[in-house]
């Protein structure tokens, strides 16, 4: 299937989160070009200086030892990505299938031989029911509830149903059974209705500027702590939930840093000419996104300063029979 095709299933099949799906069509035009395949915090172990590629192995391995991921380990990784995860998954002589809603990434992992599908976690079907050892969703939480959504006051039903699908897909005899995720979380919380309004309505650099960007660039609104311990309910219970709010920040700046040195050089036209396509569809997401990392910085804002407004935690959970 071409990338055109499958990524108009994939806005048929998501139509409710186009900003989602597209965010990651156009970040599927640069990051990777700038040598960035990963979309989540490396773990630096509190050194600054440990090498971006060593600290996102590092976190790929952390989440993978946390759900006992050996040879033979059935792993469903929600959210897949560009398929670094399912790479160290087959590395380990385990199983992994990936799903997410963004063609290019599908066609990535397909090309690095990865079983990736495209697929949003909330269209699971029964085929997958009772298949895997442990759930894997490492990043993509922050996208399953929008501000409309929390604004409507359904959040936590959105949560519990993740549960519930998550749940649904652990082999009940399995002796692993384990999900983990890592999510950002808000700490400073905001109220929904004020992301769904311009963020020029508020103050520059205010907390309300800064999260109507981010909203309309990449499409979610985060839990708030406690939140999904309370919707996981009696499904799973948390073993382990560990602070990754430093580790973010530092993968946030590379991230920037790299993307800026890229832009300077003849790898800069070649991201221009390549996203053309996609600026001429969607020329409002596009600038909005750009905006939003590169003149905002709200990307890297939420993770800066000794106080920042959001917290990342990496959470470990047994499955409950
Ligand atoms: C922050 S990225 C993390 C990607 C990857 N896990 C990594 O570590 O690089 C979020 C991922 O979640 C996927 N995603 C977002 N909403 C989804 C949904 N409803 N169902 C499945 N995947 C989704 C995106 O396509 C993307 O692959």
């Given at each position: 299937m071409s990338a055109a095709t499958l990524e108009r299933n994939a806005l048929d099949a998501a139509s409710h989160v186009p900003t989602v799906v597209n965010c990651y069509a156009l970040f599927d035009k640069f990051f990777p070009a700038c040598g960035l395949l990963d979309y989540t915090e490396g773990i630096y172990h509190g050194d600054s200086t440990l090498a971006y590629e060593q600290a996102q192995?590092?976190?790929?391995?952390?989440?993978?030892?946390?759900?006992?991921?050996?040879?033979?380990?059935?792993?469903?990784?929600?959210?897949?990505?560009?398929?670094?995860?399912?790479?160290?998954?087959?590395?380990?002589?385990?199983?992994?299938?990936?799903?997410?809603?963004?063609?290019?990434?599908?066609?990535?992992?397909?090309?690095?031989?990865l079983d990736a599908r495209l697929l949003d976690y909330k269209d699971i079907g029964c085929e997958l029911t009772h298949q895997f050892d442990a759930v894997v969703a490492n990043g993509p939480v922050e996208?399953?509830?929008?501000?409309?959504?929390?604004?409507?006051?359904?959040?936590?039903?959105?949560?519990?149903?993740?549960?519930?699908?998550?749940?649904?897909?652990?082999?009940?005899?399995?002796?692993?059974?384990?999900?983990?995720?890592?999510?950002?979380?808000?700490?400073?919380?905001?109220?929904?209705?004020?992301?769904?309004?311009?963020?020029?309505?508020?103050?520059?650099?205010?907390?309300?500027?800064?999260?109507?960007?981010?909203?309309?660039?990449?499409?979610?609104?985060?839990?708030?702590?406690?939140?999904?311990?309370?919707?996981?309910?009696?499904?799973?219970?948390?073993?382990?939930?560990?602070?990754?709010t430093v580790d973010y920040h530092l993968t946030s700046e590379e991230w920037l840093r790299r993307i800026h040195a890229a832009l300077r050089t003849r790898t800069g036209l070649a991201i221009f000419l390549n996203s053309l396509p996609f600026v001429v569809r969607h020329p409002r997401q596009t600038l909005t996104m750009l905006f939003t990392m590169l003149v905002t910085e709200s990307w890297n804002w939420q993770f800066r300063t000794d106080d920042p407004p959001t917290r990342l935690l990496r959470q470990t959970w047994r499955y409950c029979a």
């Open positions: 192995l590092d976190q790929i391995r952390y989440v993978l030892d946390e759900v006992r991921c050996t040879a033979g380990t059935r792993i469903l990784d929600v959210g897949c990505g560009n398929g670094s995860l399912l790479d160290e998954v087959r590395r380990r002589g385990a199983a992994g299938v990936g799903i997410t809603v963004s063609p290019e990434q599908v066609a990535l992992c397909r090309r690095r031989g996208h399953f509830v929008q501000p409309s959504d929390a604004a409507k006051g359904d959040a936590d039903r959105i949560y519990s149903h993740m549960f519930e699908t998550f749940h649904r897909m652990i082999d009940p005899s399995s002796p692993v059974r384990r999900l983990i995720n890592t999510t950002i979380y808000f700490i400073r919380n905001p109220r929904p209705d004020a992301l769904l309004k311009s963020p020029w309505r508020y103050r520059w650099g205010s907390d309300n500027f800064h999260y109507a960007w981010l909203a309309r660039s990449f499409g979610g609104f985060y839990p708030a702590m406690g939140q999904l311990e309370r919707c996981a309910g009696s499904r799973f219970e948390m073993l382990k939930s560990v602070d990754g």
